[in-house]
């Protein structure tokens, strides 16, 4: 059930984790802040209007800035040519040997995934799947108090939030994380008492 997260943390970029754990506060702050406003207007508006929108904003900046460079070249009689020839010259194409290292990561992840996936769905371990049984019931309850575009705003403020939340307060978060744990720990072991099939099947050596 986890593959999904470890698929997070094993394959982020140190840049990534940089952002994400407001490393440089200016970068992260633009970066989150832009992430915010063009996820709410899709809320807002039609995922159309937004890319016309954004592409005709950029375009826009660009153009303006290449007209000013030039007419400030033309008064200065300068020579230093396009403004953003660096960017045009830049190699932007797909490598095939990344792309061959990220196409395997995300198919190892896709193929964990799946297994747990049929495990759970299959009752392979029933306990495990009474879990995710539960789960899914929450997630009902999720679903119609929000809609998906509402779960992607707050899954993108929370990435940008609890991973550094963590980090500050990792001592204390772990000791409630460990109690609570502690508790359900308890339940469940009172609960397969005295329901013997619920008991989680210990796997062969």
Not at 90 to 102: A, C, F, P, T
């Amino acid at each position: 059930m986890f593959c999904f997260s470890l698929f997070l943390c094993t394959t982020a970029a140190a840049p990534v984790k940089d952002l994400i754990y407001w490393r440089d506060v200016r970068t992260t702050g633009v970066v989150f802040g832009s992430m915010l406003v063009v996820l709410i207007s899709l809320a807002i508006f039609s995922l159309l209007s937004v890319l016309a929108y954004l592409s005709l904003a950029c375009l826009s900046v660009t153009f303006t800035f290449v007209v000013y460079k030039k007419v400030m070249g033309a008064v200065q009689k300068s020579t230093d040519g396009h403004p953003f020839k660096p960017l045009l010259d830049m190699d932007i194409e797909l490598k095939e040997e990344k792309l061959k290292s990220v196409i395997e990561q995300v198919l190892k992840h896709v193929n964990c995934t799946t297994s747990e996936v049929r495990r759970l769905f299959l009752i392979e371990d029933l306990v495990d799947s009474v879990k995710f049984g539960l789960l899914l019931w929450v997630l009902t309850y999720i679903g119609s108090w929000f809609n998906g575009m509402t779960l992607i705003i707050l899954a993108v403020i929370c990435l940008f939030t609890l991973p550094k939340v963590y980090e500050t307060y990792q001592v204390q978060i772990d000791n409630y994380i460990g109690l609570a744990k502690a508790q359900v720990d308890n339940v469940l072991k009172i609960v397969q008492s005295k329901v013997p099939f619920l008991k989680k099947k210990e796997k062969p050596q």
